[in-house]
């Protein structure tokens, strides 16, 4: 497929596009940027770009999707292309010094079919020091006809020694309305769901083109029964609810919606932009809520639901947590504290 699919990066497509135009095209790049924005993607895109068959005649470089070249790196079965990555099966996510040797010793060889072998490495803030150590030896005498693609979410996690021999690319987050379209292009969504998917990957558009809408919007629904007037009234109801999502896996995700929810409480208060509301179909009971919340409160609890979040990945008493936030939740949104009965 052409570079069309790649959605917001036409300045960093461009770029590339004038340096093979230019011949001027660099033996490594470092594709960086945020997670699931399209780094990955632009780099297939741009081998098969660069081996297409039958090359579309437009201005710049691009791929026709359709032949034998643009299938087989699509598949990853062409001979002079290569992607090292972290093994999935693995818990650690290290990409192995075994790895890169063996792609080293392909690279050296004359491509087989296209004029350069291309090798693209994802998620290369993961290589181990010896990885990193190989790689840098070839990257410091590339063959003539080798391409390094290494993409990264994490860039300073990489070895500056790395860093220093590829030129860089930075890929920003597309705009939400550009992930919007696509979402309704490519998977025929409908806009409201579109818009609800854009805001919620937050630009991810990777994420986004693969989300379950269904349980996506189940999780949203979920809660917002669990902020309604009814459910934070009780503190019998916030206890139990909070002890019931900490014994499911969904507690931490519970605390991203949780934060959700507010920021879109905190941007009716201050009467800030109506198209960024994620919880539309919430929209009377945020406003009901917002008429006497007390901002200061709700900002206190989204820097506190922060660093629950970052506590998490350590040893954490979900249930506690989402307890004194739920509790701490109620009494910002109620007009003055409620006395805690004991
Ligand atoms: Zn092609």
Redesign the pocket.
């Known amino acids: 497929m052409p570079f069309r699919d790649c959605i917001g990066h036409q300045q960093s497509i461009a770029f590339l596009q004038s340096a093979v135009t230019h011949e001027r095209l660099a033996h490594a790049y470092l594709f960086h940027g945020e997670d699931a924005v399209g780094k990955r993607l632009t780099a297939v895109r741009l081998a098969?770009a660069l081996?297409?068959?039958?090359?579309p005649e437009t201005q710049g470089l691009d791929?026709?999707?359709?032949?034998?070249?643009?299938?087989q790196i699509e598949a990853r079965t062409h001979p002079d292309f290569f992607i090292i990555e972290p093994d999935p099966e693995q818990a650690t996510r290290q990409i192995k010094i075994e790895q890169v040797r063996d792609i080293e010793h392909q690279i050296m060889y004359r491509p087989l079919i296209g004029e350069r072998k291309i090798c693209l490495i994802d998620d290369a803030d993961r290589m181990t020091i010896g990885a990193a150590n190989a790689l840098l030896k070839t990257l410091e005498e590339p063959p003539a006809h080798s391409l390094f693609l290494v993409i990264s979410s994490r860039p300073a996690a990489l070895p500056a020694t790395i860093r220093s021999r590829c030129q860089a690319l930075r890929f920003t987050t597309p705009a939400r309305t550009q992930v919007e379209a696509a979402l309704i292009l490519q998977r025929e969504l409908p806009p409201a769901d579109a818009r609800f998917l854009a805001i919620v990957s937050e630009g991810r558009i990777g994420e986004a083109l693969t989300a379950d809408v269904k349980d996506t919007l189940a999780r949203q629904q979920e809660l917002v029964s669990l902020v309604r007037p009814q459910s934070l009234q009780s503190i019998g109801s916030i206890l139990s609810s909070a002890e019931t999502i900490a014994k499911t896996d969904r507690g931490q995700d519970m605390l991203v919606w949780l934060a959700r929810w507010i920021r879109d409480l905190v941007l009716l208060q201050i009467e800030g932009d109506r198209d960024q509301i994620l919880n539309l179909d919430d929209l009377a009971t945020l406003e009901t809520y917002a008429q006497k919340a007390d901002t200061d409160a709700l900002l206190d609890l989204l820097h506190e639901i922060e660093l629950t979040e970052q506590r998490a990945t350590r040893h954490l008493n979900l249930q506690m947590a989402l307890e004194v936030i739920l509790l701490r939740l109620r009494d910002a949104v109620t007009a003055s504290p409620v006395p805690q009965s004991t």
């Open positions: 098969q081996n297409c068959e039958r090359p791929s026709c999707g359709a032949c034998r070249s643009c299938r």
